[in-house]
Each structure stands twice: as structure tokens, then as C-alpha cells.
């Protein structure tokens, strides 16, 4: 008996069938049975579904006589399954790689539940992705089984069959099946989920659920919306044959006024001549199923009153949206011009030749280059008044004890960059802000450079997709010095930022802390607090992988690794930490798999990590695309594993200044199955990997002396005189030099 049978009814979707049916028979997990339902389709579908049955045995497809509906044809395909579990997908939408897998995992820990509620992300029709934004519930509810009595916030959840898998023998227990109708979930998920015994979470992306541009049955004007009444109604029913469950039907009766008035507010549902019959008829079902002291306020307290009643107060929100709307912005123009006023008489005052202004990564607090200057000014130079810009109060709040900070717009900003002698930052800084004739800016960057930056992403349409290089020149404008690490970095930075600055040879400073840990004994230095804090053995070898966005696929994230594979290939006495780009942070990403495998111990996610040089240090060993995390890793001088499977599509859509893979840190793998060949015969640390290193060291850690930051300060924010840094000599072969030739002057 299979695992899984995955029940696939089939309506008109030929454009879409064979993109859902190869995401379940290509899953790495094929204890499965896949049965196709073709519902009458009037298209292509049936040929489709013989066609996939003829060369998989897997496959079963039934050609019903009618067209039956959505929920009827789930209904036939039932009988014919075999399966542990029941996975009713949707004919256009997609599993993504390893959903099955992971799901079985899960189920296997949980002792097989009754029911497991996975994640989704949206795609749209355009091209965009997001993820569902509960799923911090699957997270919060990721350990153990309850029930929904238990955590009731499961229901807060989108009530639809598809996110989740069902027991098969549960649901012949207790003769659940779909009704004919629109909106055949509702009488589906709610009987299941309140029966349920032992509800398990999967905090993971199974599934996208495609946003269709036209042909959602949803999103179709149609008196079949009256339907949602109907099944509400088998909802009550069901509630009312079960004592037990007598105390869900307040929330049940709220729910159903909540869903119809979502519903009669889409303007794409209901046929305007119909809206008022269907709000009648949620009114006399909500009086009729309203339990006995039940609350009634908010939204559902629409429908205490008449249809009437019910159009003057939407009318009346829209107006007063509208209202506040136009009274927002006349706030922020008044706001502005106070603004500027404010910023116009300190403009008027001299400059404090002792405020230095920092700002790391968009205002995300005290981080990177700037970071360092920062403390390395408030021991040798205590005099000098350090601010932070931070992006908001709660950032301010994280910030260490005794750091002064202010919040960018705000008045304080205003006065105080405004006054500001040295500005310190790593990226630029907001447009409105004004270069006063003396102030100092210093540009830190953020590390070396692989991909294309700038100027030269004019060429890359993809890479600068939303990005204003004419902008961000203007704003580059005012940079007086750029900080380099190397002499490649000063040669792309004088190409990609054609403006009037000086690049200075400090170093970098947040690789100081790096220099200075690569020659002590063990040279973990504050990785040791690292692996401490995420029961890490001591003795583990700490294998970190890194990889960058891509910008050949819109919102820049693509699984170019099987992480648990590679994982459980590195063995006992090991331990994977993956970081991702800080960009990805908060996107699909983790729930692609990274935050389940994080809390099932398989990997350690340190993507939250504030200060990367702390799991840099705790690091033996660095696998990586093409981020530039590379170059910073250098300094702690341990291997580096280039992992450059889709190079060409990479330097192809964003543009590289070197062949990182002909002049790499270590070895090169283009596979899943040379990575792990690599680790498996130890290869990642030979005598070849420590020559590769040695001249990327050489040519990439030319300035970094762990002296950068006391640099930045004496030369300049303190004008005192401190001899550059020496070009590092480490033995090596010769390599080529840079494709990029120095700016004239």
C-alpha cells in the first residue's frame, strides 16, 4: 500500500495539467499513487491523463460520463485509493521538490496524525511569490500533536482541502465527503479538522497555489455564491448531531457571517442585481444559528440590520477611507514643509565637528563596516559623538545599551545630520538628505565584489529590475572616500560609481575581528559563543553553506542545493549551518524546507544572525555560490567550497567582474553529487584546496591587516597620519589579473 494517493480532479486546466502532474511523479518520495479525475473536461485533459498513465504505472485516471464538480469528482477518485494518506491537489496548482518527503518525515515523527496542515506560498500570473502570512502558526504548533479544541488558531487558517493530508482510515471512519456546490471546502475541513483526534503542523512550502489571472471558479460573477449558505448549513448540521462539539458554534456562527460578507464585499462574486437577496439570506441564517448569547460585534454586526442599513455604512467606510486618505496626505505635506523648515535652520548652524553619523544595511541597526568604526572610534576616540540611523523605534530598542540612535524622517534626524561632520555608511543614504559643504562621507560597502554593481548593471535588465541607477549615482555623488579591501575592489568601484571620491586602502573593518581569529589556536574567537548558543558540539566539524540570490528568477530564490541530502551525507561528528541572503530573509525561502529541517536538528539556520562575522568564526569550512561572504572568509584562512551548478545563468543575468570558478577560493563542484564527493573523500581540505586559497588570499585579502577600523578612524574622522596597510605576500602561484583597468584621472 503507497503512502500517499494523490487525488488530482481535472476541469479545464490543459494548460496547466502537466506542470501539476510532473511536480508529484518528479518528487524525490515516490511511495505514491496518482489518481487523475477527468471531470468531463471539454480540452485536452483526458488525452493528457491517458498519456501520463501509459508510461507510469502510478498513474490511474477515471473519465467520468458528466461533468460533476469539483467536489464530486474528489468524491470518485476515493474509492479507488490505496493510500496511508488522502492529498487532494488542485489541477493547476504545483508540489514543490521534496513536499512528499518531507511530508512522510513529518508524519513518521508525529506518529501518523490524523491530519498534517502544511504551508503554501501565492504565485501569481506575473511572476510573484508570497507566502502565506500565518504561517507562523505551523511554526508555533511544530512540535507534537493536539487538537483543535487545543489550538483553536489552526482554524484562523485558510479552511480549504488542499494544505492538507488526511488519514485515510480517519476519514472512511467517519464517511467525510465533498457536497455538490461552490465553496465544497467549508462542509469538508470543518467537520475534519473538529474531529481530528491528533492534528500535526508542517512548517514547510508544499504547495503553490497558483493565482490565475482569469479562470479562478471563485473569482467567477455567478449566482453560485449562494451556495456558501448550503454548506454552512451542513456545517450546523454536523455540529448539532455532535454534543462534543455543541461549543464551537459561537465561532462557527461568527465565521459564517465573517466568509458571506467577504464575500458580497468582492466586487467579482455576485451579480449586482443579486446582492441584496444574498445579504437577506445571510441574515436569516445568522439569526437562525445564532447561539444563545453569543457576541456579536464588529464586522457581523452588519448584519443585525437591514440591506439598506448595510450600504450606507459601506459607503460611509469607503468615504471615510477616502477621507483619511486625502487628510494623510495633507498631514505629510505639512509634515514636509516642517521638515525642511526644521532641517533649514540647523542647515543655518555650523558643523559639529564632532558628531559622526553611522548607518548599516538600510537602518537595521549597529552591523558590518560601520559597526566596527563605530567601536573602534568609542575606545580611541571617545570625544567623537557616535548616532546611529535606525529604521525604526523597534530597532532602536534592540540596539546595545548607552548607543544613541535616531529614526530616519524623523525631527531628530533631521537635526542631527544636518550638524554632522562625518557620515559613515554601507549603503547609500536616503536621496532627501543634503551634502553640507564640509561634512565628510564615508562609503564602506559591503565586502568585495563578484557580481556587477552600479554603472554596469545599465546593461543587466534583469539585475536592475526597480533599481534607479541614475538615482543612486546622484546619491553616490556625495561619498568623499570608498574603502577598499583589494585593488580589485578599488578598480570596480571607480568603474561601477563613476563619481567623485577617493578610495582609501584601509582594509575592511569588520573583517578585523576575522584577521585577528585567523592566528589564534582553534581561531573560533566569538564563534565559540555561537556554537555554544545552538548546542553545537565542540568537537563537530561545522560545515557552513551560504549561497547568494539569483536575478534570473523573480524575488531572487532558487534551491540550487538539496540541503537534507547533503546534510545526512556529511556524517556523524558534522553540522550544517545555512545562512541565507539577507534579502531572503523574510520571503518563501525558509518555508521551502529550511525552517522544518532547523527544527527537526538537521541543519542550523542562522540567517537571523545579526553579526555574521560570529558564524563566520564558528565555521571550519565555507560552501558557497557566489556571495561575497567568500572573500571575508578568506581572512580566517579555512577551506572554501564553490558550489557553481548554474554559473553560466548567473553571470549570464547579473554579470560577474572574474570567472570565480577558474580563479576560485577551493575546489569547484557543479553538482549535488560532486559536493558531496568532495566532503566524502576529504578533497575540500587537501593540498590543492589550500593553493587555491593561498592566491585568492593573496589577490583578495590584500589590505586586510585587522588594523582597518583604527585606520578608518586616525586617517579619517581624527586627520592623524597611519601608513597603509602592506600587500599581503602569501606563497602561491601567479594569477591573472583583473579584466578591469584603472580609472583615468
Known amino acids: 500500500m503507497p503512502r500517499f494517493s494523490v487525488i488530482v480532479p481535472c476541469f479545464k486546466v490543459q494548460g496547466f495539467l502537466r506542470e501539476c502532474l510532473d511536480s508529484v511523479l518528479s518528487q524525490s ?58 492529498f487532494f491537489l488542485d489541477s493547476d496548482d504545483t508540489l514543490t521538490p521534496g513536499a512528499l518527503l518531507a511530508m512522510a518525515d513529518r508524519l513518521a515523527e508525529s506518529a501518523d496524525p490524523d491530519v498534517l496542515v502544511f504551508d503554501y506560498a501565492r504565485t501569481y500570473w506575473w511572476g510573484g511569490t508570497r507566502r502565506n502570512v500565518l504561517a507562523h502558526v505551523l511554526a508555533e504548533a511544530a512540535d507534537g500533536t ?51 483526534g491528533r492534528i500535526a503542523t508542517l512548517d514547510r512550502i508544499c504547495l503553490n497555489y497558483r493565482q490565475r489571472r482569469q479562470g479562478n471558479i471563485l473569482s467567477t460573477t455567478s449566482r453560485k455564491h449562494f451556495d456558501v449558505h448550503d454548506q454552512y448549513e451542513r456545517v450546523f448540521a454536523f455540529v448539532a448531531e455532535r454534543e462534543e462539539l455543541h461549543g464551537w458554534r459561537p465561532y462557527l456562527h461568527r465565521k459564517m457571517g465573517e466568509h458571506c460578507l467577504d464575500i458580497l464585499a468582492k466586487p467579482d462574486r455576485l451579480p449586482p442585481a443579486d446582492q441584496g437577496e444574498f ?336 558564524v563566520l568564526l564558528a565555521a571550519d569550512v565555507l560552501v558557497t555560490d557566489y556571495s561575497s561572504l567568500m572573500f571575508d572568509y578568506a581572512n580566517l584562512d579555512r577551506p572554501i567550497v564553490v558550489h557553481a551548478d548554474d554559473w553560466a545563468a548567473y553571470t549570464a543575468s547579473r554579470g560577474t567582474y572574474f570567472d570565480v570558478t577558474a580563479e576560485a577560493p577551493g575546489h569547484v563542484s557543479r553538482s549535488d553529487g560532486e559536493l558531496a564527493r568532495l566532503f566524502a573523500s576529504g578533497s575540500w581540505r587537501d593540498a590543492d584546496s589550500a593553493r587555491l586559497r593561498a592566491a585568492f588570499r593573496a589577490r583578495f585579502c590584500e589590505f586586510d591587516d585587522g588594523l582597518a577600523a583604527e585606520r578608518v578612524v586616525r586617517t579619517l574622522l581624527l586627520g592623524e597620519p597611519m601608513t597603509e596597510p602592506a600587500s599581503m605576500r602569501i606563497p602561491g602561484p601567479s594569477v591573472g589579473g583583473d579584466v578591469l583597468t584603472p580609472a583615468k584621472r
Not at 160 to 171: A, E, I, L, S
Open 29 to 86: 518520495f515516490g511511495d505514491l499513487e496518482l489518481i487523475a479525475v477527468d471531470d468531463r473536461s471539454p480540452d485536452g485533459c483526458g488525452a493528457i491523463l491517458d498519456e501520463y498513465a501509459e508510461r507510469d504505472p502510478r498513474v490511474t485516471v477515471l473519465h467520468l460520463p458528466e461533468n460533476v464538480g469539483l467536489g464530486r469528482a474528489r468524491n470518485a477518485g476515493m474509492p479507488h485509493a490505496t493510500g496511508d494518506y488522502l
Open 146 to 196: 493536539f487538537t483543535a479544541a487545543e489550538r483553536p488558531e489552526i482554524l484562523d487558517l485558510l479552511m480549504v482541502v488542499w494544505n492538507k493530508v488526511y488519514r485515510r482510515d480517519f476519514v472512511e471512519e467517519h464517511g467525510f465527503a465533498f457536497p455538490p456546490g461552490y465553496y465544497e471546502d467549508t462542509p469538508w475541513t470543518f467537520p475534519v479538522m473538529l474531529s481530528a
Open 279 to 614: 445579504f437577506r439570506r445571510t441574515t436569516e441564517m445568522f439569526r437562525r444559528h445564532r447561539p444563545e448569547g453569543a457576541r456579536v460585534d464588529g464586522e457581523v454586526a452588519l448584519l443585525e440590520g437591514g440591506y439598506p442599513a448595510y450600504r450606507l455604512k459601506r459607503q460611509a467606510a469607503r468615504a471615510g477611507r477616502e477621507t483619511a486618505r486625502r487628510a494623510g496626505q495633507a498631514r505629510g505635506a505639512v509634515a514636509a514643509r516642517v521638515r525642511r523648515g526644521w532641517a533649514g535652520l540647523h542647515a543655518r548652524r555650523p558643523l559639529d565637528p564632532e558628531l559622526v553619523v553611522y548607518s548599516a544595511s538600510s537602518h537595521r541597526g549597529l552591523l558590518g563596516d560601520p559597526a566596527a568604526v563605530y567601536r573602534k572610534a568609542a575606545e580611541i576616540a571617545p570625544h567623537l559623538r557616535g548616532v546611529w540611523v535606525v529604521q525604526d523605534e523597534q530597532t532602536a530598542a534592540e540596539l546595545p545599551s548607552g548607543t544613541e540612535s535616531v529614526v530616519v524622517g524623523s525631527r531628530r534626524f533631521l537635526e542631527v545630520t544636518a550638524r554632522a561632520r562625518f557620515f559613515v555608511n554601507d549603503v547609500n543614504w536616503p536621496g532627501s538628505l543634503a551634502k553640507r559643504p564640509g561634512s565628510v562621507h564615508i562609503h564602506t560597502h559591503q565586502g568585495t565584489p563578484l557580481k556587477y554593481m552600479g554603472a554596469d548593471l545599465l546593461d543587466k535588465p534583469g539585475a536592475r529590475l526597480g533599481f534607479d541607477v541614475p538615482q543612486m549615482l546622484r546619491r553616490a555623488d556625495r561619498w568623499d572616500h570608498s574603502l577598499v579591501a583589494n585593488r580589485h575592489s578599488e578598480l570596480v568601484w571607480e568603474r561601477a560609481y563613476p563619481c567623485h571620491f577617493t578610495s582609501v586602502r584601509t582594509g575592511s573593518p569588520r573583517n578585523d575581528v576575522l584577521v585577528r581569529a585567523a592566528g589564534t589556536d582553534g581561531g573560533h574567537g566569538d564563534g565559540g559563543e555561537f556554537r555554544r548558543r545552538h548546542g553545537i558540539p565542540e568537537d563537530h566539524t561545522v560545515v557552513l553553506y551560504a549561497p547568494t540570490r539569483r536575478d534570473y528568477r523573480r524575488g531572487g530564490h532558487v534551491d540550487r542545493l538539496d540541503v537534507a541530502g547533503f546534510a545526512a551525507g556529511l556524517g556523524a561528528g558534522h553540522t550544517l549551518v545555512v545562512r541565507l541572503h539577507p534579502t531572503l530573509a523574510n520571503g518563501p525561502a525558509r518555508g521551502a524546507g529550511l525552517a522544518e529541517l532547523a527544527r527537526r536538528g538537521i541543519v542550523v539556520d542562522a540567517t537571523d544572525e545579526p553579526h555574521v562575522e560570529k
